[in-house]
């Protein structure tokens, strides 16, 4: 056993209570929303005592937001957004990283640093939405997809991680009989999972927490995502969208508090799943230029 010396005790119990302090400052909003979400008197909460008081605590706010044709289309298209964003920015990612890993690609720099110049300029809001426009794209799911389809920090990454792995395993399939396809398919992506989960994660946050881009582009109430509508709730107040029940025992703040807890619960419970992949795909996909 490795006795511990005083300083190293103390070093640990401060360590211990400032990510305690720190747990709870993350924790704390969530907490204090969920209890607005769930009373009749949200007035009532206190920023000290999180629990409604006996007698306010009712769903009905959760019934409201969760029967409103309003959120439930902006849910439909979020989670579609989000799939076919996740899916098409992972796979063109992914055959754009690769041959940039090569070193026997020609112009490999070049064609790298052209597209690192993206990440510093760009056309602007105007340019790209006479481009949308032109292209026809308006009030339609690519016009927020395909502006973002090659994230150039993600694809760098990826490209990192390649570079990271091996060259022997390339050759040993080659020698095999396995062309490039086989090998990025069979052999690098299986084993470059930490990465490739760490780049789902910043993709299907993003666009689950986009909502500028949807309120340029997006003119149509049923073509509108969710964080564009929750938007509308919390900031404009247009509650009279959500309708419901006028017997609901609802507050204007309860709702907005309870739309929030809606549109935020889903992230949190995918996060889990992939934050173990997290840390070690930054670490591997930021070593190597």
């Known amino acids: 056993m490795i006795r511990k010396s005083r300083g190293d005790k103390v070093f640990d119990a401060a360590n211990g209570i400032f990510m305690v302090l720190f747990s709870i400052t993350i924790l704390y909003p969530f907490v204090y929303l969920f209890s607005m979400s769930v009373t009749t008197s949200p007035a009532t909460i206190s920023p000290f005592s999180l629990l409604p008081k006996p007698g306010t605590f009712t769903l009905d706010n959760y019934k409201q937001v969760l029967s409103s044709n309003f959120v439930l289309v902006g849910y439909k298209n979020t989670i579609l957004r989000v799939v076919i964003a996740t899916v098409l920015v992972l796979l063109v990612s992914v055959v754009t990283a690769y041959p940039l890993s090569k070193r026997n690609l020609p112009h490999r720099n070049v064609i790298t640093g052209f597209i690192v110049f993206t990440m510093f300029f760009g056309g602007g809001i105007i340019p790209m939405y006479v481009l949308m426009r032109s292209m026809k794209l308006l009030n339609t799911i690519w016009s927020l997809i395909l502006p973002g389809l090659i994230p150039t920090y993600s694809m760098l990454l990826i490209r990192n991680y390649f570079m990271s792995i091996p060259n022997d395993l390339d050759e040993s399939a080659k020698i095999d009989g396995a062309n490039d396809y086989r090998i990025l398919f069979q052999i690098i992506l299986p084993i470059s999972t930490p990465i490739l989960a760490t780049v789902v994660l910043w993709?299907?946050?993003?666009?689950?927490?986009?909502?500028?881009?949807?309120?340029?582009?997006?003119?149509?109430?049923?073509?509108?995502?969710?964080?564009?509508?929750?938007?509308?709730?919390?900031?404009?107040?247009?509650?009279?969208?959500?309708?419901?029940?006028?017997?609901?025992?609802?507050?204007?703040?309860?709702?907005?508090?309870?739309?929030?807890?809606?549109?935020?619960?889903?992230?949190?419970?995918?996060?889990?799943?992939?934050?173990?992949?997290?840390?070690?795909?930054?670490?591997?996909?930021?070593?190597?230029?």
């Open 203 to 289: 993709t299907l946050v993003g666009h689950w927490n986009a909502w500028y881009d949807a309120s340029i582009y997006i003119t149509k109430g049923e073509r509108q995502v969710l964080q564009a509508i929750l938007r509308q709730i919390v900031v404009m107040g247009k509650l009279e969208e959500l309708g419901g029940d006028a017997n609901m025992a609802v507050t204007p703040d309860a709702v907005k508090s309870t739309t929030i807890v809606v549109a935020t619960v889903p992230v949190l419970c995918v996060y889990p799943f992939v934050q173990k992949y997290f840390v070690k795909g930054i670490m591997v996909g930021s070593l190597k230029g």
